[in-house]
DNA sequence: CAGGCCATGTAAGGCGTTACATGATTAC
DNA sequence: GTAATCATGTAACGCCTTACATGGCCTG
């Protein structure tokens, strides 16, 4: 599947990044839904350097410091909207080490339980809490933003982020209460 | 972290299974929140026999086919329960390939992210349909079912696994309409 | 001048999927 | 008898995280 060259196609189409900048940008808000270390980043890049999908330039930070500034190639747009176009399966499997531990909520008490719960829907708040805050930003205008906004692809993200939590919370506020304990 | 691990834990908990038997069950309801393929369970559960977690017996199916029957040793209750009570931090990503191509969205054409989205759309409604057929057998009963069922874990996987596609679906619905196309 | 950040890489090891490999049982 | 399912294992390979390793830059 290879989705992490995908990413950083996806990412240098955006506009030119260094190794450093496309982990940078994995901590931000794409990170809510795919994600790589520098680790994995960088012998991607060399990859896709040699596979000719991206090209780099040294750029001299400082006096000494170089770094490797990527841009997307023509061949590496064609893969990239290949990509983007084609149609892939809903994965059955969202893996979510919280539910599985729901599968098995009957090896607890009804206190344990609940305080499992508790815990999950107090950390789920503290999210939507900061996604809120970020979410200001599109909020706030005249004109509610359009699918021509550069901006389109972060609006969507984040929107989707901010659901994505208040629906897991509106559930695991219904389920303490079926829980009682 | 080892998640497997506790997975097959937490199964076998709930009563005697062969490396088969787990094999199905991740095809089953807890197959959408965790699941492994047969060539990573059987190891596991040869580690876990070497760890004392579990033990087995082998059962003689029809004249010749040997069947390893597992089961959770007090040890592995131990063990299970640890886990169970140990609450984790909500993993910062949680992986969504289509996500990742709506982020990158400005590099479609309206029409060509319509498509993408509508067969995104499609694919959860047909998801919904599947989940609200098996979620019928909780909803006839006059009595809600209660924490002390045995089934309450099923019944957490099945209302949860309903509630996140609804929602998927209808942030979807949304996000159509303002992609015009 | 020190601490935090910018910047790039490699190595080891665990997790997960696909494929290889084999054979028995059951229901039609 | 034959196809689907039951049943168990290993091998190869890719994905991903943690740790190791190094050094420059910037702000106070």
Redesign the interface.
Known sequence: MR?LK??IL?LL??GRLSGYDITSK?KE???????AKHSQIYPELKKLTEEGFVEYQIVIQGTKLEKKVYSITELG?TE??E???Q??????????????????????S?E??KQ?FE??LE??KQ?VVFLEERFQEFEGKEE????SS?D???Y??L??AL??E???I??LER?IK????
Chains 1, 2 share one sequence.
């Open positions: 989705v995908y990413a996806g189409d955006k994995f808000e794409i990170g809510h839904f795919w994600s747009k990239l909207h990509w983007m176009n149609y892939s399966p809903i994965p059955e499997t969202q893996k979510d080490e919280f539910m599985l531990k729901a599968y098995f909520v009957s090896s607890m009804p344990e339980a499992l815990d999950q950390k789920r999210t509610p933003i359009s699918f550069p389109f692809g972060h969507l993200v929107s989707r659901e994505r208040k629906s897991y509106s559930w389920m079926r829980i009682g304990g």
